[in-house]
């Protein structure tokens, strides 16, 4: 069983940064994948970014250049930076992590994200 923590979430102006944490419960490096998703309102949940146990990156074209997943190993947490922030960023922000195949996928309870001047 995995438990993530999520924080960090708020109002931010657009143009303005914000910083996401996610607390895993197990070392990070026995996870296959951690990464966060998001939710607008009124539409599906979306992948932003995600990182492997190798360190392969992934990232929404709708985020790619603006933010930035990273880990602390050390602390066995994920975060999320954002930077450059618009108004359609506004979501409800989940960290996600799946354990090596055929493990499970696990989620946060979710960070509500709103990008407003």
């Known amino acids: 069983q995995v438990q993530l923590v999520e924080s960090g979430g708020g109002l931010v102006q657009p143009g303005g940064s914000l910083r996401l944490s996610c607390a895993a419960s197990?070392?990070?490096?026995?996870?296959?994948?951690t990464g966060w998703y998001r939710r607008a309102p009124g539409k599906q949940r979306e992948l932003v970014a995600a990182i492997t146990s190798s360190s392969s990156i992934t990232y929404s074209d709708s985020v790619k250049g603006r933010f930035t997943i990273s880990t602390d190993n050390a602390k066995n947490t994920v975060y999320l930076q954002m930077s450059s922030v618009k108004p359609e960023d506004t979501a409800v922000y989940y960290c996600?992590?799946?354990?090596?195949?055929?493990?499970?996928?696990?989620w946060g309870q979710g960070t509500q994200v709103t990008v407003s001047s």
């Open positions: 996600h992590a799946r354990e090596n195949p055929p493990g499970n996928d696990y």
């Open positions: 197990v070392s990070i490096f026995s996870l296959y994948a």
